[in-house]
């Protein structure tokens, strides 16, 4: 029953991104098998995770946070921790990371990914099935750095690409500049 719903919204979201269908396939796939696909603990084939493209007030910077752990910019998220709806994990890490108050802009998914985590202390190397969302703003673009983050930044949009080159994010990007032209 808790997997339900994100596997409607992965049927939804390969309706709008049907050339995503290897990556939606191999998501559901994950979902469909693995009941505890939701726990951090889900070391087998992986869990599931949520982040977000978080935009400030104005809609012309995203946040970028310097993961501490991976040392590359990366956009806000984490684990789900056994909270089976992708969007309340992803507006809680992004308020936990940022101290930002965050809404969604959309409560469709806005993009998925799925990718390798190293090995770290006693966690196995896994994969990510990452659900992400676009959030904003809401009060203030004032953020505190986490201790998750080396730093945090406002990045311009057409910066973000000197920051990192993680495709992912760079599709992120597209996929939201191509959003503002609708």
């Not at 190397?125 to 004032?142: A, G, I, K, P």
Request: net charge negative; aromatic share 8%; charged share 25%.
């Amino acid at each position: 029953m808790r997997r339900d719903q994100l596997l409607i919204d992965l049927r939804q979201y390969l309706e709008r991104f049907p050339k995503e269908y290897e990556t939606v396939a191999r998501f559901i796939r994950f979902v469909e098998g693995q009941k505890r696909c939701f726990d951090r603990d889900c070391w087998n084939d992986g869990h599931v995770t949520a982040s977000a493209l978080v935009m400030n007030t104005a809609g012309s910077h995203t946040l970028l946070t310097h993961h501490a752990k991976l040392r590359r910019w990366l956009q806000l998220g984490g684990h789900s921790d056994g909270v089976p709806v992708p969007l309340e994990t992803a507006l809680r890490e992004a308020g936990e990371e940022s101290g930002l108050q965050v809404e969604a802009i959309s409560t469709c998914i806005f993009d998925i990914d799925i990718h390798t985590i190293p090995a770290r202390g006693l966690e196995p190397e896994h994969f990510h099935y990452d659900v992400r969302f676009v959030l904003r703003s809401t009060r203030s673009d004032s953020f505190t750095v986490s201790d998750e983050s080396l730093d945090l930044a406002w990045v311009r949009l057409d910066e973000v690409p000197t920051y990192t080159q993680e495709s992912s994010i760079l599709r992120m990007m597209s996929k939201y500049e191509l959003l503002l032209s609708q």
